[in-house]
T-cell receptor, first 112, second 115 residues
């Protein structure tokens, strides 16, 4: 069965530090890739997505992600985090246009 | 305002007492799905629906039922809830899962506790 792995369960950073959250997925045909963010007490919101074209995608709030097909990876990055980025981040993969799989999530805590 | 509405937001019930969590979207989306979110496990899909009267099992369908009699509504039914169904549940919709540029729109979640 297809699966999505997020390697970091909890990341703690100071403000202005750089962020990289790992996401790897199992092979399963055509994939579309997403990162969602869940702020405390809220529902998931789309951060960015990749369907085709430039493998470096830019999302909201200064986030970006790079799709590396050969490594089955879609890591999320931000050059300088802010306290307001404290949230849980979920990588998601849509396989073959109808099977959406989520990673276990990475909790990010940014210390002011 | 375009949104996915779940009710109730919080629910505490006892083992075996049937319950329904409602989900409604006002965006005319074909695709709707239910997820449960558990610590360390992320979101796991329970059931999904590609259109009216079409439903399919996700990863963890046991103990749940759904129906899609109308496009806008996709209720989640627990016929006989058990404590292992204590979780945070999210409903989501999208225009259609098979078309590009169709991210999921999530509801605000329902926190269910089964004692």
């Amino acid at each position: 069965a297809q699966s999505v792995s997020q390697h970091n369960h909890h990341v703690i950073l100071s403000e202005a530090a750089s962020l990289e959250l790992g996401c790897n997925y199992s092979y399963g045909g055509t994939v579309n890739l997403f990162w969602y963010v869940q702020y405390p007490g809220q529902h998931l919101q789309l951060l960015l997505k990749y369907f085709s074209g430039d493998p470096l995608v830019k999302g909201i709030k200064g986030f970006e992600a790079e799709f590396i097909k050969s490594k089955f990876s879609f890591n999320l990055r931000k050059p300088s985090v802010q306290w307001s980025d404290t949230a849980e981040y979920f990588c998601a993969v849509l396989y073959n246009n109808n099977d959406m799989r989520f990673g276990a999530g990475t909790r990010l805590t940014v210390k002011p | 305002e375009a949104q996915v509405t779940q009710n109730p937001r919080y629910l505490i019930t006892v083992t075996g007492k049937k319950l329904t969590v409602t989900c409604s979207q006002n965006m005319n989306h074909e695709y709707m799905s239910w997820y449960r979110q558990d610590p360390g496990l992320g979101l796991r899909q329970i059931y999904y629906s590609m259109n009216v009267e079409v439903t399919d099992k996700g990863d963890v369908p046991e103990g749940y039922k759904v129906s899609r009699k109308e496009k806008r509504n996709f209720p989640l039914i627990l016929e006989s809830p058990s404590p292992n169904q204590t979780s945070l549940y999210f409903c989501a919709s999208s225009p259609i899962a098979t078309v590009d540029n169709s991210p999921l729109h999530f509801g605000n979640g329902t926190r269910l506790t089964v004692t």
